[in-house]
């Protein structure tokens, strides 16, 4: 079983930036995918991001293309989600995941980290 969990949101300006951090509770096969969605407030959760584990290929959503950057760093057990240029509506829970690959759902979830984008 593989916990995960986030920290880094808070509260920022438009235009600010955060990084959100995600650990995993015991180490992650290198061939894990993780991936970062959110939830705001009366919507469905909404895929952001995703690296995969095999040859580290990154995918984004539209919204945040250019602006955000998903990394992991496998010896530390943690995925990142640098996020810039921050808008008003990016504010929302966001969430962490892995999945075994591709072809399998996320099925591991963190608890959420709020980030509120003031404007």
């Known amino acids: 079983q593989v916990q995960l969990i986030e920290s880094g949101g808070g509260l920022v300006q438009a235009g600010g930036s955060l990084t959100l951090s995600c650990l995993a509770s015991?180490?992650?096969?290198?061939?894990?995918?993780m991936g970062w969605f959110r939830q705001a407030p009366g919507t469905e959760r909404e895929f952001l991001a995703d690296?995969?584990?095999?040859?580290?290929?990154?995918y984004y959503a539209d919204s945040v293309k250019g602006r955000f950057t998903i990394s992991r760093d496998n010896a530390k057990n943690t995925a990142y989600l640098q996020m810039n240029n921050l808008k008003p509506e990016d504010t929302a829970v966001y969430y962490c995941?892995?999945?075994?690959?591709?072809?399998?759902?996320?099925?591991?979830w963190g608890q959420g980290t709020q980030v509120t984008v003031s404007s």
């Open positions: 690296i995969r584990g095999n040859g580290g290929s990154t």
């Open positions: 015991e180490r992650t096969r290198s061939n894990y995918d």
């Open positions: 995941a892995a999945r075994y690959s591709s072809r399998t759902p996320y099925v591991y």
